[in-house]
């Protein structure tokens, strides 16, 4: 069979799949681009998956085109929803930091390693970073949640782990064993610490946690580290991309300027030392008020849409203000896991299928 007829079969299957946003298929909404068939059988394309879509539309593409006949081979690169490309002429920024040299040897250990991080506290990033672990977990994936903000440290309660993790090995080779709920492993200093005892140190001993977590921690072969990180710019930010190759970085923030501002600095700090940015999650975006239904925006509107499209971003997740989300946090059961078919459940697990693409890219 001649490429060209092995693309029209291409094209003619493509024709045959359904987005059930839209009711159209994935060609007349224009979310196919260019397609590359060789006499080999191996085909290239390049698919826009909607900020709604489900990210199991582009299984669906795989799925479909495999199972023709001459096809032996299918990549596609996914281009993710509002992520704009930077104006023409756009110059990168310079270098204020040193630029990363992670350790080749951690990079290996963790086939994926992705931090979530913001500018400002108080914005939900470590519900956002429980739930994209517990959502990936679910999918099958081996993933481990690193708890990098030492002076606040959720990750035991938001799984509810009381339990002291395990030391193996021999003297001067210890090695940490991490605690799992949820099939997620976990490591957090919260662990390691009495209740209510706080955390007293600088940075450099910040630093230091940081990589113990990361060499000394039995993790296992991974397929997603999360690491959820403190809020602001500092040590630990520094750090984590200087020990550690990053697949790239989720922006969190909440719709109002006070804190997409915050969240702009952070990401031209990633961007400073060379980490993706792999797009932005609103949270607490509006909610639904329990005596009338109507739409309350409590802490505004468009603020996190705005800030992906300045910042040539992907607008990943929008989740409401939801008090299940807070429950589930407080209760030790990521929302992904005890409402799973909430609005705020539908959300987490659509962000999860847009990481995976992000990251894995021709694999998924």
């Given amino acids: 069979m001649s490429s060209s007829e092995l693309e029209a079969r291409v094209h003619e299957a493509l024709r045959q799949i359904v987005n059930p946003r839209t009711g159209a298929d994935v060609v007349t909404n ?49 281009k993710l929803p509002n992520a704009p490309q930077p104006p023409q002429g756009r110059r990168p920024q310079p270098h204020s930091v040193p630029a990363p040299v992670p350790d080749a040897r951690l990079s290996e250990k963790f086939h994926h390693t992705i ?59 210890e090695k940490i064993v991490p605690l799992e709920a949820h099939g997620v492993r976990l490591m957090s200093l ?60 989720i922006m969190v923030t909440t719709p109002q300027d006070v804190a997409t501002g915050d969240v702009r600095r952070a990401i031209r700090m990633f961007e400073r030392v060379n980490t993706r940015v792999l797009g932005v999650v609103e949270n607490m975006m509006g909610m639904a008020c329990p005596h009338c239904g109507g739409h309350i925006d409590v802490f505004g509107h468009g603020g996190g849409q705005q800030l992906a499209d300045d910042m040539h971003a992907a607008y990943l997740a929008a989740i409401p203000l939801d008090p299940r989300v807070r429950a589930a946090g407080d209760a030790g059961t990521p929302t992904t896991i005890s409402a799973p078919d909430s609005d705020a459940g539908v959300a987490f697990r659509s962000l999860a299928e847009k990481v995976a693409l992000a990251v894995e890219g021709a694999t998924v």
Wanted: proline share 5%; charged share 25%; no cysteine.
């Fill in 115 to 173: 931090a979530v991080s913001s500018g400002k506290g108080g914005v939900g990033k470590s519900t956002v970073a429980a739930n994209l672990a517990a959502a990936l977990a679910a999918q099958g994936k081996r993933v481990g949640l690193l708890d990098a903000d030492v002076y606040g440290p959720n990750i035991p309660l938001m799984f509810g782990e009381k339990r002291k993790p395990r030391v193996t090995g021999a003297k001067g080779a």
């Fill in 190 to 249: 919260g662990f390691l610490l009495e209740d209510e005892q706080p955390a007293i140190m600088r940075g450099p001993l910040v630093s230091g946690i940081l990589r113990q977590f990361l060499e000394q921690v039995e993790w296992g072969e991974l397929d997603y580290l999360i690491v959820d990180m403190p809020p602001g710019t500092g040590d630990a930010q520094l750090s984590l991309v200087q020990t550690i190759e990053l697949d790239g970085a």
């Fill in 30 to 78: 224009g979310q196919v681009g260019s397609v590359e068939v060789n006499e080999e059988g191996r085909v290239h394309l390049q698919f826009s998956l909607g900020q709604e879509d489900p990210g199991t539309l582009v299984r669906e593409v795989r799925t479909r085109l495999e199972s023709l006949p001459g096809v032996n081979r299918v990549k596609i690169d996914v």
